[in-house]
């Protein structure tokens, strides 16, 4: 997970297409919360599994923390096309 120029912030993951139940066009979960303030954010159109990456729009997010050295922690996971599955989520480190 990176922050990029317009306050985004990337997450990358490996596409596993085909390992279990995994499918290309499962959809990202992405999410961030400062324990601080808190404050979270989140999306369930974060980008689909095969496209290796997604995109969660934190401006406001990075508004309230900027600047002041705070925790932002982020999580992701996918969830089916159909939205009958959900996959365990995981912490993701920057």
């Known amino acids: 997970m990176a922050l ?6 990337r997450f990358t993951w490996t596409d596993n297409t085909g ?4 499918a290309a066009t499962d959809q990202a979960i992405l999410v961030a919360y ?5 404050d979270l954010i989140w999306t369930g159109n974060g980008g689909m599994r095969g496209d290796g990456e997604g ?4 401006g406001l997010l990075i508004r309230v923390i ?15 096309g159909d939205g009958e599955r959900v996959a365990d989520g995981v912490w993701v480190a920057r």
């Open 34 to 38: 400062c324990p601080e303030t808190n």
């Open 19 to 22: 390992l279990g139940n995994a």
């Open 66 to 80: 900027g600047g002041r050295g705070y925790t932002l922690h982020t999580w992701m996971s996918f969830r089916s």
């Open 4 to 9: 990029t120029d317009n306050q985004q912030l």
């Open 55 to 58: 995109l969660l729009d934190a």
